[in-house]
């Protein structure tokens, strides 16, 4: 980052900083921008890091406030993910694997890791198949992605792939049609009017109209 950042530390006072087995001794405030480059568009973020004396680390940690304010939503899934920007919907993946490829090979992987991250992010992968059979099976999905209909394509666009939909509201209607819209046997109708009494003991839910009796 900065090769002069003790000259650029702004003063800290009346705050107090500890870890899970010590105090630690802030520096000062560092202000810093931290860019995360993309082919659509670089985002950048303005942030303010405080400095540790006697804490050493390899990572830079962005607070919850951070995370909201631009839109990056870190989740637990079967692979690590992020998304950046209001809508949620791009995801990045995060790489476990030992970073041992070159920049100009990043940079040629691009659209294929936006491919996997976007189009594959619900796929199932059967867990018998080796890592390079995976490898092998992405590779192929990605030669022929342009075979994936996107969201703003209908399904039936792809030549091949037609589908004919037929809505049938009439008599007699589908099994899941027919079910009743609420629990019909005593005791399940029982455990629902109990537990929106505790609901409503504990403030969640509440009575409405202009007397509170409805």
């Known amino acids: 980052m900065y090769?002069?950042?003790?000259?650029?530390?702004?003063?800290?006072?009346?705050?107090?900083?500890?870890?899970?087995?010590?105090?630690?001794?802030?520096?000062?405030?560092?202000?810093?921008?931290?860019?995360?480059p993309h082919p659509a568009g670089n985002i950048r973020l303005k942030v303010k890091f405080v400095?540790?004396?006697?804490?050493?680390?390899?990572?830079?940690?962005?607070?919850?406030?951070?995370?909201?304010?631009?839109?990056?939503d870190i989740n637990n899934h079967a692979d690590r993910y992020l998304t950046m920007g209001e809508n949620k919907r791009q995801k990045f993946a995060f790489s476990l694997e030992k970073r041992e490829i070159t920049v100009i090979r990043q940079l040629?992987?691009?659209?294929k890791e936006i491919f996997v991250s976007d189009e594959l992010v619900e796929a199932q992968i059967s867990p018998e198949l080796t890592l390079e059979m995976k490898e092998e099976l992405i590779k192929i999905l990605f030669q022929y992605r342009e075979a994936f209909a996107s969201d703003i394509?209908?399904?039936?666009?792809?030549?091949?792939?037609?589908?004919?939909?037929?809505?049938?509201?009439?008599?007699?209607?589908?099994?899941?049609?027919?079910?009743?819209?609420?629990?019909a046997s005593p005791r399940a109708r029982e455990a629902l009017e109990t537990h929106i009494d505790e609901l409503m003991k504990l403030?969640?839910?509440?009575n409405v109209g202009h007397n509170g009796e409805v």
């Open 3 to 36: 090769t002069n950042w003790q000259e650029q530390l702004m003063p800290i006072e009346g705050r107090e900083f500890s870890s899970v087995n010590q105090d630690m001794h802030p520096l000062g405030i560092l202000e810093s921008a931290m860019i995360f």
């Open 51 to 72: 400095v540790m004396n006697n804490c050493t680390s390899q990572h830079f940690i962005l607070g919850n406030d951070y995370l909201n304010i631009y839109g990056i």
């Open 108 to 111: 040629n992987n691009v659209n």
């Open 153 to 183: 394509e209908p399904l039936e666009a792809i030549k091949g792939h037609e589908v004919d939909i037929m809505i049938n509201v009439e008599r007699p209607y589908p099994l899941l049609l027919r079910r009743t819209a609420y629990p």
């Open 203 to 206: 403030g969640v839910l509440g």
